[in-house]
């Protein structure tokens, strides 16, 4: 199976609407309201406050000071509340409905875990304050970590990387310098290519050439291609699991022995963490380095950017090279350790990562999220996830190409394709068409594997009334496109805004808004 390179149709198509409502005199749409911009509201000759004379003094910028207006706009309290309110209720949340992106695990957040994170000596910690008046926050920092190592059966844990791309780069530092340590240059990466695309762009960040593994017809990694190509210049191998077509690697444990037989280790990505979850442990399976999404698996803030946090767990022979600092309990307290007092019990740490520790936020959150659940309760974060993924699944093959329904049960998300769609019509009308449905889209056209693909992650927080309204809005859309439905290559009508050229959009973007030039009058 090769991987797609085709790319995705995105310039809207001009498309009859059968029946439209008259055009409102404001461009609003009952509470869809039109919003201008902060400057076609306010004006920068103006502002919405009022100050004192500020006392004339020297800028001790020098040279450097800026002495020109700014320019942005003046705006009163009630202009400025009302314009980010009004955007904010264009936004698509967790709170507004299910979110089905795949790869993504865009989860309820339980509201207990927010209201530890902002409790008074977590929220306002500083990364500088001393240790002796932050044995609270360490001791929050070292159970999770014993939680995580628990969890996962692996050796020890980094908990300073920041997100999955992150913690990626923090287990290939310690893999290299676990070569490097005994005398071993290796200059290849293999990645699958059911694994995440962070891992080959990883990889390469690391210096390291990226090879790929093909997939088995059932979408796998093709066990005998990955034995044939292992040799004595093979860092290691980045495999995801379960993988990114929804299904759990069977041969995990015969691909790990495989690998150290060859001299290599095993890196995985653990993004789909909460489907094995109390289930496996990632360390019975050989591997050595593994991310963990708390902000994924562990029900945190996800999306925008961040806040993200991505602890690695790593085995006993990448252990000595895990990055500084870290917490460790020396006696009856906690003690971050840096480099100035590392000494010689972890002298062979590949370095620093990170300015400061990590996000305490996160932290706070994922141990909240672990200990309400408890052992039962993680177990069951893997069961609900599986279950509602598979039901997704089983509920949509009769009306969308299912690829890999016939491989066994699928993990945490179900994989669709276009295939069956008329003639014209494609993933992205169907996505397009979720949004008019009061719907987020899927994961389109990812992963590579499946062409016009539709990744569908329902994660284990949806309730059956949720997932079923879900399975109807798509299979009116599935079938609407099977049966070439004009009308859907106009999706979205409802949207504040219609179908746009998203190619166009992302390699040209406006940035700046520009002040208009008004026409002189004429004389």
């Given at each position: 199976m090769t991987m797609l390179k085709e790319g995705r149709p995105t310039a809207p198509q001009a498309v009859e609407q059968a029946a439209s409502a008259p055009a409102t005199a404001t461009g609003n749409r009952a509470l869809m309201l039109e919003e201008a911009l902060i400057f076609e509201i306010g004006s920068t000759d103006t502002t919405g406050v009022d100050f004192a004379e500020a006392p004339k003094v020297a800028s001790r910028l020098g040279t450097l000071a800026r002495t020109d207006a700014i320019g942005?706009?003046?705006?009163s309290e009630q202009e400025t509340v009302r314009h980010y309110t009004r955007l904010s209720r264009q936004n698509y949340a967790i709170d507004l409905g299910l979110f089905p992106l795949g790869s993504c695990t865009m989860k309820h957040n339980p509201r207990l875990n927010e209201?530890?994170?902002?409790?008074?000596?977590?929220?306002?910690?500083?990364?500088?304050?001393?240790?002796?008046?932050?044995?609270?926050?360490?001791?929050?920092?070292?159970?999770?970590?014993?939680?995580?190592?628990?969890?996962?059966?692996?050796h020890s844990v980094a908990m300073s990387p920041k997100a999955g791309a992150h913690g990626e780069l923090c287990g290939l530092l310690a893999i290299r310098a676990a070569l490097e340590a005994r005398g071993d240059a290796r200059s290849v990466i293999l990645v699958?290519?059911?694994?995440?695309?962070t891992n080959p762009?990883?990889?390469?960040?690391?210096?390291?050439?990226?090879?790929?593994?093909?997939?088995t017809p059932d979408g796998r990694v093709d066990l005998e291609a990955l034995k044939a190509r292992l040799g004595p210049d093979v860092a290691a191998v980045m495999i995801t699991n379960p993988n990114t077509c929804g299904l759990f690697e069977r041969d995990m444990k015969t691909i790990s022995d495989a690998v150290h037989a060859a001299g290599a280790f095993v890196y995985c990505d653990g993004a789909n963490f909460n489907a094995i979850v109390g289930r496996v442990r990632p360390g019975d399976l050989g591997v050595d380095a593994m991310h963990i999404n708390l902000h994924k698996t562990f029900s945190t803030p996800h999306g925008g950017g961040g806040p993200g946090s991505g602890p690695v767990v790593l085995s006993q022979a990448l252990t000595p090279f895990a990055p500084l600092p870290f917490v460790e309990k020396q006696g009856?307290?906690?003690?971050?350790?840096?480099?100035e007092t590392v000494g010689d019990h972890h002298a062979s740490?590949?370095?620093?990562m990170v300015a400061f520790h990590g996000q305490m936020g996160m932290f706070t959150r994922a141990l909240t999220y672990i200990l309400s659940h408890g052992a039962d309760g993680l177990r069951q974060v893997a069961s609900d996830a599986v279950l509602n993924a598979n039901y997704i699944l089983r509920s949509l093959d009769d009306v969308l190409d299912a690829p890999f329904g016939q491989s066994g049960p699928c993990m945490h998300e179900a994989l669709f394709?276009?295939?069956?769609?008329?003639?014209?019509?494609?993933?992205?009308?169907?996505?397009?068409?979720?949004?008019?449905?009061?719907?987020?889209?899927?994961?389109m056209y990812f992963p590579l594997v499946v062409h016009g693909a539709m990744l569908v992650e329902p994660t284990e927080t949806e309730s059956k009334a949720a997932l079923d309204q879900f399975i109807m809005a798509l299979r009116s859309l599935?079938?609407?496109?099977?049966?070439?439905?004009?009308?859907?290559?106009?999706?979205?009508?409802?949207?504040?805004?219609?179908?746009?050229?998203?190619?166009l959009a992302a390699r040209k973007p406006v940035l700046t808004w520009t002040e208009p030039v008004l026409a002189a009058a004429a004389e």
């Amino acid at each position: 199976m090769t991987m797609l390179k085709e790319g995705r149709p995105t310039a809207p198509q001009a498309v009859e609407q059968a029946a439209s409502a008259p055009a409102t005199a404001t461009g609003n749409r009952a509470l869809m309201l039109e919003e201008a911009l902060i400057f076609e509201i306010g004006s920068t000759d103006t502002t919405g406050v009022d100050f004192a004379e500020a006392p004339k003094v020297a800028s001790r910028l020098g040279t450097l000071a800026r002495t020109d207006a700014i320019g942005l706009p003046g705006l009163s309290e009630q202009e400025t509340v009302r314009h980010y309110t009004r955007l904010s209720r264009q936004n698509y949340a967790i709170d507004l409905g299910l979110f089905p992106l795949g790869s993504c695990t865009m989860k309820h957040n339980p509201r207990l875990n927010e209201k530890v994170a902002r409790m008074p000596g977590f929220a306002d910690l500083h990364p500088l304050a001393p240790q002796s008046t932050v044995q609270g926050a360490l001791a929050v920092i070292h159970e999770l970590a014993q939680w995580l190592i628990t969890l996962t059966g692996m050796h020890s844990v980094a908990m300073s990387p920041k997100a999955g791309a992150h913690g990626e780069l923090c287990g290939l530092l310690a893999i290299r310098a676990a070569l490097e340590a005994r005398g071993d240059a290796r200059s290849v990466i293999l990645v699958p290519e059911s694994a995440h695309g962070t891992n080959p762009a990883t990889a390469a960040f690391c210096g390291y050439k990226v090879e790929d593994i093909p997939a088995t017809p059932d979408g796998r990694v093709d066990l005998e291609a990955l034995k044939a190509r292992l040799g004595p210049d093979v860092a290691a191998v980045m495999i995801t699991n379960p993988n990114t077509c929804g299904l759990f690697e069977r041969d995990m444990k015969t691909i790990s022995d495989a690998v150290h037989a060859a001299g290599a280790f095993v890196y995985c990505d653990g993004a789909n963490f909460n489907a094995i979850v109390g289930r496996v442990r990632p360390g019975d399976l050989g591997v050595d380095a593994m991310h963990i999404n708390l902000h994924k698996t562990f029900s945190t803030p996800h999306g925008g950017g961040g806040p993200g946090s991505g602890p690695v767990v790593l085995s006993q022979a990448l252990t000595p090279f895990a990055p500084l600092p870290f917490v460790e309990k020396q006696g009856n307290a906690f003690v971050l350790v840096e480099e100035e007092t590392v000494g010689d019990h972890h002298a062979s740490s590949f370095g620093r990562m990170v300015a400061f520790h990590g996000q305490m936020g996160m932290f706070t959150r994922a141990l909240t999220y672990i200990l309400s659940h408890g052992a039962d309760g993680l177990r069951q974060v893997a069961s609900d996830a599986v279950l509602n993924a598979n039901y997704i699944l089983r509920s949509l093959d009769d009306v969308l190409d299912a690829p890999f329904g016939q491989s066994g049960p699928c993990m945490h998300e179900a994989l669709f394709s276009d295939k069956g769609l008329a003639e014209g019509f494609t993933t992205l009308d169907i996505a397009k068409g979720l949004i008019d449905e009061g719907f987020h889209p899927m994961t389109m056209y990812f992963p590579l594997v499946v062409h016009g693909a539709m990744l569908v992650e329902p994660t284990e927080t949806e309730s059956k009334a949720a997932l079923d309204q879900f399975i109807m809005a798509l299979r009116s859309l599935a079938e609407r496109a099977k049966a070439g439905d004009e009308a859907l290559k106009g999706a979205p009508y409802f949207a504040p805004r219609r179908r746009l050229d998203e190619t166009l959009a992302a390699r040209k973007p406006v940035l700046t808004w520009t002040e208009p030039v008004l026409a002189a009058a004429a004389e």
